[in-house]
């Protein structure tokens, strides 16, 4: 990229740079600054290969060189600026690193009238409590954020730049001005840093201080371990950036004065939801974080094996989010039991939390939601951050169109790649207010319209629960009759739970039908098993030939059957026990017995009634005898990926014959060969290529296996204890994990 890189300042972070810089071979000769006392440093630096040579002069640093970071303290960097300026080429791209990013564009207007055009302002959010040279490393940046902050006047090629040399080095770059830097680096560092530097002034400062620090393990240590810092370092960026962190300061007093207040009137209540809501925040806040930063999961399958023994796999996901959503809306208190404790119906119970609502738990699949009435709902103070979750994003548009405020609905990156305007189209008719992306995609800005929503008439183009529910959900917002008829039945829990929370829902065919005349009252929910995270098992026991398996409380509703009904077309050996009623829903006991599979001509009218259950059904005709042909399907393209793609391209590297079709797949049956998959980030694309490993007659490795953690976390360790010899490179302790998971096994 470079000819010469030249490092002002060869510290932690400039001998960071400048290591990562060689090992990923990104400039001809690096070289670095610094004064005369720091020449023992710059010799170390040199000795131990981190820069190839050193100037104590500026001018001679700088000469010929394409690209300068500066890398000094924060309050530095004015003096540097001054020290440049009689040097400042054209031709050169400067850049920084520091902490704070409006007292650099002061300084560089103070000391050049104007920001130059070449010089990129920047901030990798990385570092550790050393410094020095010798503290160094050449991954310091790799997964870390760093954020750059152009000006209307920085060079685009300069950006671009930048921008492509700190990718290189293994950043993830986000672009935001300066003073929205500020404001979040305040919040997230800066303030965080004044809290453990002020907790070790103030125990350290009090007589029994030699009996704190010998107990100081755990939570003191943990909290306090960014108080190693270097002071003064901290001491400059906190000057440099106190506009942003005195407001700060005074809103954690008055939280800390509410902590006292709740404490001294002994109101363990309230206490307890601040507590709830920080840990749910702070877990959310880190699968959102791993989702990003971290290297992606592998999963590792060994050929063979059978499965056997009895299981009850987590909850519905489709009925937990519905549970989040109506009973908070209800009057009164709703008990919930068997939520689905995973990501996606996280996100949407952080959503209602986000607005105001008091959710206790989840603990062991319980949780107690405390209802505030259809007209209860306040404000969120952000985005709503909705993760890999469609169902949510969508159905949370309908109801949201129609509030008294206004929201933002944003997601990863699959489910900002994915059609909302199937939802925006018939919520404009309706009178709503969102915009989407030119593509039709999130984020979804939604002005609330209370009050000004009308009823409508609407024929789905598409057999799509998600369309519908969401239009069920405006309909109790809005003036006069909203009625929705679909081309196909699809899953009716919406209808379902509403008619248990005593909301009227009228039914006639195809056709359903809601007014805003209606409470929802509070009501005890009993989530079933997920059908479709029992169809992965149901598929892995047809096809491995010894398998016996019991899954317990499995949800039968007629809309989601379609996988045993396909499955038994083919041949399989599927047995429904013990059928009843729980809280309004079909459930059972699916006994399934290996048995041998044949092809099949998929019937068009089971496809809604197994939309999520392809992925897996396609490794079932991967292993039936003939022909499975699959059509009308084409809403498998707009998944949480392209099923029909990435099954094919999948299967197809295993060895399968899986020919593609804009609606479908034709799947020659045969034997499945190993290899490496990826699941672009699909979770049932994941849980499907492991199953695949029953059959197979070599080891598969899946790619990106992270968002099995949306619908089935547990994924990993029941199906080792059934019996698919499955490792993950995330948990070298599946071994103990197995047996002590939360889905024992039931006797
Ligand atoms: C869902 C409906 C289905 C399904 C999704 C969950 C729901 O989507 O694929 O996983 O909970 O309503 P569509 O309604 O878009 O087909």
């Known amino acids: 990229m470079f000819n010469r890189l030249c ?15 060689r090992q990923q071979n990104l400039s001809k000769s690096i070289v670095g600054y610094g004064r005369q006392q720091d020449v023992q440093n710059l010799e170390t630096a040199k000795r131990l290969g981190v820069i190839d040579n050193y100037y104590l002069r500026i001018e001679e640093a700088v000469q010929s060189a394409d690209c300068v970071v500066i890398a000094t303290p924060v309050a530095a960097i004015e003096s540097i600026f001054a020290s440049l300026k009689p040097v400042w080429s054209e031709y050169t791209i400067y850049t920084d690193v520091s902490s704070t990013k409006v007292s650099v564009v002061l300084a560089a207007q103070r000391v050049f009238g104007s920001v130059p055009e070449n010089f990129v302002p920047a901030h990798p959010i990385a570092g550790a409590e050393q410094s020095g040279v010798e503290a160094s490393v050449d991954d310091l940046f790799l997964n870390k954020r760093l954020i750059i902050s152009p000006l209307s ?40 840093h004044i809290l453990a530097f002020a907790l070790v002034d103030m125990l350290g400062h009090k007589d029994e201080q030699s009996e704190i620090f010998k107990y100081a393990a755990g939570g003191f240590k943990d909290f306090t371990r960014i108080a190693s810092s270097d002071p003064i370092m901290w001491r400059d960026i906190c000057s440099a950036n106190k506009d942003e962190i005195i407001p700060l300061l005074q809103q954690t007093r008055e939280q ?24 749910t925040a702070r877990q959310r806040f880190l699968n959102q974080f791993e989702g990003i930063m971290s290297k992606s999961i592998t999963f590792q399958v060994q050929p063979g094996g059978k499965l056997q023994g009895e299981a009850r796999v987590p909850g519905d996901k489709s009925m937990s989010h519905r549970s989040i959503m109506l009973g908070s809306l209800a009057e009164g208190v709703t008990h919930v039991k068997g939520f689905l404790e995973a990501e996606d119906a996280l996100a949407t119970l952080q959503a209602f939390r986000d ?17 505030v009435g259809k007209h209860g709902l306040k404000a969120p103070k952000g985005e709503l951050y909705l993760g890999n979750s469609g169902t949510s994003m969508r159905l949370l548009s309908g109801l949201l169109a129609g509030q008294s405020f206004n929201s933002v609905l944003t997601g ?27 593509k039709g995609t999130a984020p979804l800005y939604i002005t609330g319209k209370a009050g000004q929503l009308k009823g409508i008439n609407y024929v789905m183009p598409m057999a799509s629960a998600q369309v519908k529910s969401c239009l069920l959900l405006a309909g109790m917002y809005a003036e006069g009759e909203t009625s929705v008829t679909e081309p196909a039945p699809t899953r009716d829990h919406t209808e379902r739970m509403l008619s248990g929370f005593s909301y009227p829902v009228k039914q ?3 056709k359903v039908t809601i007014t805003a005349n209606g409470n929802l009252n509070a009501a005890d929910i009993d989530v079933p098993s997920d059908i479709s995270s029992a169809a992965f098992f149901l598929v892995g026991a047809s096809i491995a030939p010894g398998s ?9 509703n007629p809309t989601r059957t379609g996988v045993i009904d396909i499955l038994r077309l083919m041949g399989a050996n599927i047995e429904v026990l013990n059928e009843r009623i729980v809280g309004g829903e079909p459930v059972a006991d699916l006994h399934v017995v290996y048995s041998p599979l044949k092809g099949i001509d998929i019937p068009e009218e089971l496809v809604p009634l197994a939309i999520d259950e392809f992925p897996v059904l396609f490794v079932a005709a991967a292993c039936a005898e003939g022909q499975t042909r699959l059509s009308g399907a084409e809403e498998l393209r707009v998944k949480e990926s392209d099923r029909i793609q990435v099954m094919a391209d999948g299967l197809q590297i295993l060895g399968v014959n899986a020919q593609p079709t804009a609606d479908g797949m034709v799947i020659q049956g045969g034997s499945i060969g190993g290899g490496v998959v990826t699941s672009h980030g699909d979770h049932r694309i994941a849980m499907s290529f492991s199953i695949a490993g029953l059959r197979a007659n070599a080891p598969i490795t899946i790619l990106d296996c992270a968002n099995v953690n949306t619908s089935f976390p547990e994924f990993k360790y029941l199906v080792k204890r059934l019996g698919l010899a499955l490792t993950s490179d995330d948990s070298n302790n599946v071994e ?4 002590e998971g939360s889905i024992a096994e039931e006797s």
Not at 355 to 371: A, D, K, Q, R, S
Not at 419 to 429: D, F, Q, S, W
Request: with cysteine.
């Open 153 to 192: 006047q920085t060079r685009t090629e300069a950006l671009q730049k930048i921008q492509g040399f700190w990718e290189r080095c293994g950043s993830v770059v986000s672009v935001m001005d300066v003073e929205r830097h500020d404001a979040i680096l305040a919040a997230t560092s800066h303030l965080p």
């Open 548 to 556: 016996d398996l019991l899954l317990k409380h499995v949800g039968i």
């Open 736 to 739: 103990v994990e197995a047996t």
């Open 508 to 510: 006639q065919g195809r």
């Open 7 to 21: 490092i002002i300042g060869v510290g932690l972070i400039g001998g960071s740079i400048a290591r990562t810089a």
């Open 412 to 438: 990863d990156k699959s489910l900002s790649g994915r059609p909302m305007k199937r939802v925006t189209e018939p919520l404009a008719a309706m009178g709503a207010d969102i915009k989407t992306t030119e």
């Open 355 to 371: 607005m105001g609502v008091e959710i206790e738990g989840p603990v062991n699949g319980c949780l107690t939601i405390h209802g």
């Open 256 to 279: 800390l004065d509410k902590i006292q207040h709740l404490l001294e009137n002994s109101d363990s209540q309230q206490l307890f939801a601040i507590f709830a809501y920080a840990n």
